[in-house]
């Protein structure tokens, strides 16, 4: 695959770039808003050509695919810019900042016939696919409850934008909150239907939240609760899976490394689960790839990541309004 980077980012320059690369990807260009960034971003990351021109880049003929990881805002304008010039697109979340816009992201791809896949990386751990096939094997029963542990301490690296500028998609629900609505709709093969929220600003967030916390229900009567904050250094991550027949108790597993623990708790007592320690970015990129040959799905495809969004903003909206909210799919419904 021949890659254009739509962004000179961290999570490219730490984790994308990596992974392209170790499944023989071929990173022709990265196109950023600055000429010095781009510039410096090509020579420390060994990519041939940089540009501030993204038309010129995306519409490059030496590349075969995008990968957009530029603040939130842009991604709408550079995916349709990509599309319109028939290239495959792996977009980072949040897709857009509206759900109108991502819908439309993901219907031009459609009608353009590329693919479009969304990156988020959590379901693509051997973590997280060990739990959604136990609960799919009916090891724990009927599901009542999920809840989700992904309160973090953002590193001062990334204090940025995602603290300070609402207008850039900042804040903790467009961050994390979004990837829990994915982790949620991938283990219960479910969609959020209602939500209550709360959120706040606890030390970090300058005009944004940076922590909420909310509670989902579900179609088959499993409630989902859900806990994202910036400003948290020792919580620790995990989730929990709870039905009629057992539990499933996972330590350390939100995050970007194959990591944590698993322990499926029933009434035979509790035993480790064990999971594969594959790499989350090698395995959503080389599943994007497959899928632009026609070789099965992406991991998470456009719609997965029009749901996502849809849940976040539902969640901040209930925070905002103190009223309980349906979420509304658009035209994924
Ligand atoms: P960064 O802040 O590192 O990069 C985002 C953009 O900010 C870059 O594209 C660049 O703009 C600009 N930028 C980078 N460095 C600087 C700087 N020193 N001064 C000013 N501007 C700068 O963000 P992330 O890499 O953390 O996030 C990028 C996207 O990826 C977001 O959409 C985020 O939600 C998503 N993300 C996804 C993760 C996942 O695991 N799926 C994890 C982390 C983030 P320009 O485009 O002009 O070069």
């Known amino acids: 695959m021949r890659w254009g980077l739509i962004g000179a980012s961290s999570i490219a320059e730490n984790h994308v770039i990596g992974a392209m690369r170790e499944l023989g990807g071929d990173i022709r260009l990265v196109a950023s808003s600055n000429p010095e960034r781009a510039a410096a971003f090509a020579r420390a990351n060994h990519i041939p050509r940089a540009t501030t021109d993204i038309g010129a880049a995306v519409s490059d003929a030496g590349i075969d695919a995008v990968y957009i990881s530029s603040t939130n805002e842009k991604h709408f304008a550079q995916a349709m810019a990509a599309i319109a010039a028939g290239k495959h697109v792996l977009c980072e979340k949040p897709l857009a900042m509206t759900l109108a816009e991502a819908v439309e992201m993901v219907r031009a791809a459609e009608g353009a016939g590329v693919t479009f896949a969304t990156n988020h990386h959590l379901r693509c751990s051997g973590s997280h696919r060990t739990i959604r096939d136990l609960i799919a094997a009916g090891r724990i029963g009927r599901v009542l409850s999920l809840r989700l542990f992904h309160a973090v301490h953002l590193p001062d690296s990334l204090r940025g934008w995602r603290i300070t500028d609402p207008g850039a998609g900042g804040g903790v629900i467009p961050d994390?909150?979004?990837?829990?609505?994915?982790?949620?709709?991938?283990?219960?093969?479910?969609?959020?239907?209602?939500?209550?929220?709360?959120?706040?600003?606890?030390?970090?967030?300058?005009?944004?939240?940076?922590?909420?916390?909310?509670?989902?229900?579900?179609?088959?009567?499993?409630?989902?609760?859900?806990?994202?904050?910036?400003?948290?250094?020792?919580?620790?991550?995990?989730?929990?899976?709870?039905?009629?027949?057992?539990?499933?108790?996972?330590?350390?597993?939100?995050?970007?490394?194959?990591?944590?623990?698993?322990?499926?708790?029933?009434?035979?007592?509790?035993?480790?689960?064990?999971?594969?320690?594959?790499?989350?970015?090698?395995?959503?990129?080389?599943?994007?790839?497959?899928?632009?040959?026609?070789?099965?799905?992406?991991?998470?495809?456009?719609?997965d990541g029009v749901a996502s969004l849809a849940v976040a903003l539902a969640v901040r909206e209930a925070a905002r309004t103190g009223v309980r909210q349906t979420v509304s799919y658009g035209a994924a419904e």
């Open 176 to 303: 994390i909150t979004v990837h829990d609505a994915d982790v949620a709709r991938f283990l219960l093969g479910e969609e959020p239907q209602t939500v209550v929220a709360q959120m706040c600003a606890s030390g970090l967030g300058q005009g944004v939240e940076d922590s909420a916390m909310s509670v989902w229900t579900m179609p088959s009567g499993a409630m989902v609760m859900s806990h994202e904050s910036f400003t948290h250094p020792f919580a620790g991550s995990g989730l929990e899976v709870h039905g009629t027949e057992g539990s499933i108790l996972a330590t350390g597993v939100m995050t970007q490394q194959p990591v944590g623990e698993i322990a499926l708790v029933t009434a035979a007592g509790r035993v480790a689960v064990p999971f594969s320690d594959h790499n989350l970015y090698v395995q959503g990129v080389s599943e994007f790839v497959a899928a632009t040959a026609g070789n099965g799905r992406s991991a998470a495809n456009g719609w």
